[in-house]
């Protein structure tokens, strides 16, 4: 059993920067990848970033990519997601999520699930 707690939303403006936390307890990692989605009312949970745990290799969606930076801490058990240049598109629910398939872009690639922190982006 893995539990993820994710931490770092808040409220920010337009072209600032933010990172969010994902923490995990209860087993080792090792073998998984951690993906970051985000979901908006009425939406699925979409693929932002992802990063294998024990090799480091990142994916990122194209939306992201060079906004975003996905990375890990094995010794604090910790994946990061470093967002810059938000946009107010950018608001949502981000979660953090563990599973065993590497490169997984989907919600059903994924076995466990933070509950998730909200990012607010004004204009």
């Known amino acids: 059993q893995v539990q993820l707690a994710e931490s770092g939303g808040r409220l920010v403006r337009a072209g600032d920067s933010l990172t969010l936390s994902c923490t995990a307890s209860?087993?080792?990692?090792?073998?998984?990848?951690v993906g970051w989605f985000r979901q908006t009312p009425g939406e699925d949970r979409i693929f932002v970033a992802s990063?294998?745990?024990?090799?480091?290799?990142?994916d990122y969606a194209d939306d992201v990519k060079g906004r975003f930076t996905v990375s890990r801490d094995v010794a604090k058990n910790t994946v990061y997601l470093q967002m810059a240049n938000l946009e107010p598109e950018d608001t949502a629910i981000y979660h953090c999520?563990?599973?065993?398939?590497?490169?997984?872009?989907?919600?059903?690639?994924?076995?466990?699930w933070g509950q998730g922190t909200q990012v607010t982006v004004s204009t």
């Open positions: 999520a563990a599973g065993r398939r590497p490169y997984g872009v989907f919600e059903r690639q994924y076995d466990y």
């Open positions: 209860g087993r080792t990692l090792n073998g998984y990848t």
């Open positions: 990063v294998s745990w024990s090799e480091g290799n990142t």
